[in-house]
């Protein structure tokens, strides 16, 4: 898939555009999506960084990180991405405005969006103000119940298997692998530590039955109150992995929270039970 941040980049051609932020690409993201691929003319996407939201200042947690919402874009069979830098500037601008330096200059024939889907200043644009322009704007039902918001609180509450079925794929957490205390090597279960980056949605504490790359994966989630800790820390051992991963990225999916953390007795009676999450971890499920 081409990406590019401004529309000169991509250049003007007859395009379906399916425009929204579609953080986390969930299944009503994907419905908009699919009707661009269907329309018959090239499926583009036009997206915006950062969050909306955020750029106005508003902390938003987000679902996915720009690099793999681009990913499951692809995924989707969409051709071109237009990332489009949300700036408080931009957010000025009348829809017309809008539609005249960012659509026009695409060769935008036919917008799909969501049905509430709102553009410019005062988001005063809609489905009806982008006919008015002279597109083809064809706005597409919701999914009952499936909103970016629903999913980052049920995330939040670490309901990643309720989470999941809105996103039509398993939650999924992302970091780069860095050095961390090298404790759980001496339990006898290394775990890769993850940095992961601060705007990213992180799920409750807890431990987590997953996957990554291809093996399954326990994931920790929390301050190791075992050792006293006081530092969030994200930590995954890949089950039967062996292998560096120091400085890769990693994408976790997670696929059911296993149990809440806690301090143990003794270290033979957390050695005793994290092995009990790693059994589990191997008989977790795949949701959706």
């Given at each position: 898939?081409?990406?590019?941040?401004?529309?000169?980049?991509?250049?003007?051609?007859?395009?379906?555009?399916?425009?929204?932020?579609?953080?986390?690409?969930?299944?009503?993201?994907?419905?908009?999506?699919?009707?661009?691929?269907?329309?018959?003319?090239?499926?583009?996407?036009?997206?915006?960084?950062?969050?909306?939201?955020?750029?106005?200042?508003?902390?938003?947690?987000?679902?996915?990180?720009?690099?793999?919402?681009?990913?499951?874009?692809?995924?989707?069979?969409?051709?071109?991405?237009?990332?489009?830098?949300?700036?408080?500037?931009?957010?000025?601008?009348?829809?017309?405005?809008?539609?005249?330096?960012?659509?026009?200059?695409?060769?935008?024939?036919?917008?799909?969006?969501?049905?509430?889907?709102?553009?410019?200043?005062?988001?005063?644009?809609?489905?009806?103000?982008?006919?008015?322009?002279?597109?083809?704007?064809?706005?597409?039902?919701?999914?009952?119940?499936?909103?970016?918001?629903?999913?980052?609180?049920?995330?939040?509450?670490?309901?990643?298997?309720?989470?999941?079925?809105?996103?039509?794929?398993?939650?999924?957490?992302?970091?780069?692998?860095?050095?961390?205390?090298?404790?759980?090597?001496?339990?006898?279960?290394?775990?890769?530590?993850?940095?992961?980056?601060?705007?990213?949605?992180?799920?409750?504490?807890?431990?987590?039955?997953?996957?990554?790359?291809?093996?399954?994966?326990?994931?920790?989630?929390?301050?190791?109150?075992?050792?006293?800790?006081?530092?969030?820390?994200?930590?995954?051992?890949?089950l039967d992995y062996e292998g560096d991963l120091y400085g890769k990225r990693l994408i976790v999916q997670l696929w059911q929270r296993l149990r809440d953390e806690r301090a143990f007795e003794s270290e033979?009676?957390?050695?005793?039970?994290?092995?009990?999450?790693?059994?589990?971890?191997?008989?977790?499920?795949?949701p959706v």
């Open positions: 898939m081409r990406v590019a941040t401004t529309p000169h980049d991509l250049g003007p051609a007859d395009r379906a555009i399916a425009i929204g932020t579609f953080d986390g690409v969930h299944i009503g993201h994907r419905r908009v999506i699919e009707a661009a691929i269907a329309a018959g003319e090239r499926p583009t996407v036009v997206t915006f960084d950062p969050h909306p939201r955020s750029a106005l200042g508003h902390r938003v947690d987000l679902i996915s990180t720009l690099e793999r919402r681009l990913e499951l874009l692809g995924d989707l069979g969409v051709e071109e991405t237009l990332v489009v830098p949300f700036t408080p500037d931009l957010a000025l601008l009348t829809p017309e405005e809008f539609a005249r330096s960012v659509l026009e200059p695409l060769g935008a024939r036919v917008v799909l969006t969501g049905a509430n889907f709102r553009f410019g200043r005062g988001r005063a644009g809609d489905v009806e103000a982008l006919r008015g322009l002279g597109f083809d704007a064809r706005p597409v039902p919701l999914v009952d119940g499936v909103s970016s918001s629903r999913i980052r609180h049920l995330v939040a509450a670490g309901e990643v298997d309720l989470a999941a079925k809105l996103l039509g794929r398993p939650v999924e957490l992302e970091g780069t692998v860095v050095a961390g205390d090298a404790r759980g090597g001496t339990l006898g279960f290394p775990t890769a530590n993850l940095a992961v980056p601060s705007e990213l949605l992180v799920p409750a504490f807890g431990i987590y039955a997953g996957e990554s790359m291809g093996q399954r994966a326990a994931m920790s989630i929390g301050v190791n109150p075992h050792y006293g800790g006081e530092e969030r820390r994200v930590e995954a051992f890949l033979q009676a957390l050695i005793d039970q994290i092995a009990r999450d790693v059994e589990a971890t191997r008989e977790a499920v795949r």
